[in-house]
């Protein structure tokens, strides 16, 4: 079955830098673009960014452009979010998720999330 | 990039149905079939419900449908259970490499 696990999720100053990883298994790992997708404590879904299954494009949203770098690295079956210069307002739980395709938009499986506080 | 509108809270019986509207415009839900529903309770990751306007992922019953009218979509919860009280969120791509989620919408099972 579908897993992902994210990881590195913790409390970390503004301004300060932090990477999530998410393992994925039971699929075939490269043939899928990859999402981050945030939720900010009693708020909504926001989709952060997409990466292409073969990590050739990349594309983010407004809020994290420029700060923020979505990766893989298919040999280890894992995506990565490089977030940097963070700021209160990117507190949220970071889900990783699965694409129905292999450059998107068709969002199916999600990991549990993994919790980032950005807090002084 | 704005997000889709859906109503804050929809409720019913066990037994009824409740529909759920997600609107948006032309560049989004009314100009793509990547439209999507999630299902999320409390504390837990968003599960996918319906995909590409109306196709239902195996393992979700037939309980739920999809729809779409123009830029509006439409969730569509049939034979209210116990276990349907969540949040449901819509999610559309938005064009330009970009997607969307709804506001989201709170299902009371009442």
């Known amino acids: 079955q579908v897993q992902l696990v994210e990881s590195g999720g913790g409390v970390v100053q503004p301004g300060r830098s932090l990477r999530l990883s998410c393992v994925a298994s039971?699929?075939?790992?490269?043939?899928?673009?990859m999402h981050w997708v945030r939720q900010a404590p009693g708020k909504g879904l926001e989709w952060v960014a997409i990466?292409?299954?073969?990590?050739?494009?990349?594309h983010y949203a407004d809020s994290v452009k420029g700060r923020f770098t979505i990766s893989r690295d298919n040999s280890k079956n894992t995506l990565y979010l490089q977030m940097n210069s963070l700021r209160a307002e990117d507190t949220a739980v970071y889900y990783c998720?699965?694409?129905?395709?292999?450059?998107?938009?068709?969002?199916?499986?999600w990991g549990q999330g993994t919790l980032i506080t950005v807090s002084s | 990039q704005s997000a889709l509108t859906q109503p804050p809270s929809a409720s019913g019986s066990p037994g009824q149905s409740v529909t759920i509207s997600c609107t948006g415009t032309?560049?989004?839900?009314?100009?793509?079939?990547?439209v999507s529903w999630f299902q999320q309770h409390p504390g837990k990751a968003p599960k996918l419900m319906i995909y590409?306007?109306?196709k239902r992922p195996s393992g979700v019953p037939d309980r739920f449908s999809g729809s779409r009218s123009g830029n509006t979509a439409s969730l569509t919860v049939s034979g209210l259970q116990d276990e349907d009280e969540a949040d449901y969120y819509c999610?559309?791509?938005?064009?330009?490499?970009?997607?969307?989620f709804g506001t989201g919408t709170k299902v009371t099972v009442l």
């Open positions: 990466i292409w299954f073969d990590g050739s494009k990349k």
């Open positions: 039971g699929f075939t790992f490269n043939t899928c673009a």
């Open positions: 032309s560049g989004d839900v009314g100009g793509y079939n990547y």
């Open positions: 998720a699965r694409d129905l395709y292999r450059s998107g938009w068709d969002v199916d499986y």
């Open positions: 590409e306007v109306t």
């Open positions: 999610g559309s791509y938005a064009g330009n490499d970009n997607y969307v």
